[in-house]
């Protein structure tokens, strides 16, 4: 539990200086076709934040030799994130397509805590 403690103020600071330095980062690594993709970042680094915490989870599971239980909850939402995303382009565009990560990812972490 001390690890969770160091490392997701960590994560989320880099996080926060990732989403904040969005747009020199596009200009630095990308051309300016890409100048689009800076709205994307909000959602994309929750759904990081929440898939890095996930980790944390997943481990703990593979710890207390729970892994059918993870092997499922994998697969699960991995089969979700293709329907949600299919919903989610159909019905708003891509913009909201990092949406359906954050949602996917915030799903598996309820699942995840509920079932340690």
Known sequence: MSTIKVAIPIIFVVLLLIYILRAYIVDILFTPEFSGMEELYLYQNIGD???????????????????????????????????????NNSNYGNSKLYFTVYVKYNCLSRFKSISL
């Open 49 to 87: 934040f929440i898939r890095l915490f996930n980790w944390f989870f997943s481990i703990t599971f593979i710890v207390k030799e729970k892994i059918s239980v993870y092997i499922f909850s994998e697969i699960f939402y991995g089969f979700n994130l293709r329907w949600i995303s299919i919903f």
